[in-house]
């Protein structure tokens, strides 16, 4: 029975809260925190299981977050704030002596990189503090990274290649619209394509390389490889892999869109000088767009996200296929999310129920990866994401 | 030999005042003037036969515009600022008893509407001011309401139709980027289409009709029905005209730009607040677009604009077609500009020197179409824009 600190309001902070509060045996209270009181309101006034409480918090500045920490006393502070707020909670964390998880990767505001160096860096600082930091724990990354660490243990004895592949076939029935954070979902795919190839990163221009891939109860889809952080983590941490690579599906007009919104500079993370203020175009952009939460209602198909490896297994070959598919309807239906938000929610949750039952524990930042997977898939299903495997054929 | 203060530091700007240096016969001295000093000073140093003084200028405000005018005593007003602005400028002449002359007609900040009603209110006070003001003195409005009174009086008894026909067939090499003030551009074409048929306007979605008109040394071209404020003047003060419409030429790169920047919003001209400030996205676009004025460099190929007409003369059928075409590095050569600068430039220029000269004279408020074209006619070739006719075939 813990106390949990949950920071950031946003499609994602609604499904873990609800998901925290659909697990009352391990999350017994949350105060809930973002820059904007009124939607934390907005999603605790629905919970009435477990005392949810709410309050303002600028999550760039370490010392307000540390205020908060010392008033409630967590046992865990769930940042599904921006992925630029991860340091100053981490400093937060520090400072008061608490564990920290996270969703997403730190990324400094001014450029994208979506590297684990800067808080692989807090390693020997939670360890000597003796207190843990839980890092990626969404589905992509997070699920991909305990499905990876999954096949190595169970299905491989040695994995040569690993293919994540993200695909969202749902419509929400806009012109246009990010299906999380709108800026870091086309700053991640405005910067170069990397993979993984004979220990070392190789780069390519945007969207520059893509094939058709059949997804399991979706269908063919266009799949674009992009870098997507876990690749440096499960290298890291596996290092018998030659190959890993990253694949996300886009329809036509997504792709149109973005194209514009690049060719004209809206895309664009550095400031414009614009009547006296500093505007950065991204931001504004954001503004514009519909908010990914708010896309829930009306949004139909599904996503399917999982791991391709191929290695060996007893002497022999083995290919293998480990994978999720979610409903955006039914999603709905239960949280008031669409699959996006929900599919990287459930996995905050329960990587945070690892750690406060102790089946995950540390002192020091970890990868999910690093923790023995079984605990985690034995529980994942039961929170609404199901795992199904295939042998032998091979999707990209 | 007469002063003239030009306001706006534009494309077009950078046109007038190297044509009326060319022209020194009746331009002897200008004062250019503009929001921004610095880009009346970089158009003034090329000028050397006579003098261009520069000063800064709020043109919305009109007590500084008649400030101004207090000081030079010019005997005209050439404005070539932002729409928005004809109103306080004409404010400005009325108080020192200035001629004025703009080429594009008022329009409020807040809404596109493109109608001379407006302007034409201050007939009675320019005429009880005895002063005169000539509106729309550029290619389109200004050499198209001119082609049509010269055919009414030349070529036709009766005329029935009337379809003004734009091309633009340059290729700035930009992914994207506005002829002309980006602003005005895209309010023009995301608004209704509008045309004039049996003594009423008649509105359609934007760009829901279209047909491919083959230009004289250019070619067929896709061509979207649009309103252009012309048609207003052109049927008031030719009232037998039984249809008038007016085309313009969009590349397909062209449309699905601005397909993409509507559906996120970014041609709105509605505020929109932002970190504590109110944004017009449409204003802010327009800071990321190119300058219209940058395109001139490698600028190629060619502007075709005219007008087509079906009636009658001497009791049979008569179809005429009067044309312009101009080539955009041969602009750029002689004045540092692209034709679409270049086409409304020099018009500006000819018809302050109509007025200035007193072949056009008249006390209150003008339309191009309301004076003997004979005299423009005579001259607009001379200074770059020699026009072509043919009988008989029909584009449109």
Redesign the interface.
């Known amino acids: 029975m813990s106390k949990v600190l949950i920071i950031g309001a946003g499609g994602v902070s609604n499904v873990v809260v609800r998901k925290c509060a659909q697990n009352s045996a391990v999350y017994s209270e949350i105060l809930l925190a973002s820059r904007t009181k009124s939607k934390c309101d907005a999603i605790a006034q629905d919970i009435k299981n477990i005392p949810v409480h709410t309050a303002k918090v600028d999550a760039d500045n370490a010392a307000e977050v540390a205020a908060l920490i010392r008033d409630f006393h967590p046992e865990l502070v769930l940042n599904v704030a921006l992925p630029y707020q991860d340091l100053p909670i981490m400093d937060a964390c520090l400072a008061e002596g608490v564990n920290y998880l996270d969703a997403a990767n730190y990324e400094p505001k001014d450029k994208a990189h979506f590297e684990y160096s800067w808080q692989w860096a807090y390693h020997d600082r939670f360890k000597e503090a003796g207190i843990m930091a839980l890092l990626g724990s969404g589905f992509d990354p997070g699920v991909t990274n305990v499905y990876t660490a999954y096949a190595k243990k169970h299905h491989f004895d040695t994995i040569d290649t690993l293919d994540i592949v993200d695909c969202n076939a749902g419509n929400h029935g806009q ?2 619209a990010t299906n999380f954070n709108p800026e870091i979902n086309i700053r991640e795919i405005t910067q170069n394509g990397k993979f993984y190839k004979d220990g070392g990163f190789h780069e390519i221009p945007p969207m520059s390389e893509h094939k058709s891939v059949d997804y399991p109860q979706v269908g063919p889809r266009e799949s674009y490889l992009l870098w997507h952080e876990e690749l440096e983590s499960l290298v890291k941490h596996i290092p018998e892999i030659k190959q890993a690579r990253f694949w996300m599906t886009f329809g036509q007009e997504y792709l ?2 973005l194209r ?2 690049e ?4 895309t ?1 993370i550095d400031p ?1 000088e ?2 006296g ?1 500093k ?1 950065i ?1 991204l ?3 954001k ?3 519909p908010e990914p939460g708010t896309l829930g209602q009306n949004y139909t198909g599904k996503t399917c996200i999982g791991c391709q490896l191929t290695g060996t297994k007893d002497g022999k070959p083995q290919t293998y296929f480990i994978y999720n598919v979610c409903d955006h309807a039914e999603c709905f239906k239960e949280v008031k999310a669409q699959a996006v938000s929900y599919t990287t929610g459930v996995p905050v949750m329960l990587g945070g129920a690892m750690m406060l039952s102790g089946k995950w524990s540390g002192k020091g930042v970890f990868n999910m990866e690093q923790f023995d997977p079984d605990p985690f898939m034995e529980e994942i299903g039961k929170w609404g994401l199901p795992w199904n495997e295939a042998f032998g054929s091979k999707l990209v």
Request: glycine letters at 4%; zero cysteines; a negative charge.
């Open positions: 012109a246009f149109t869109h514009v919104l060719d004209v500079g809206m664009r414009v614009f009547q203020h505007i175009p931001e504004f952009l503004a514009l767009l």
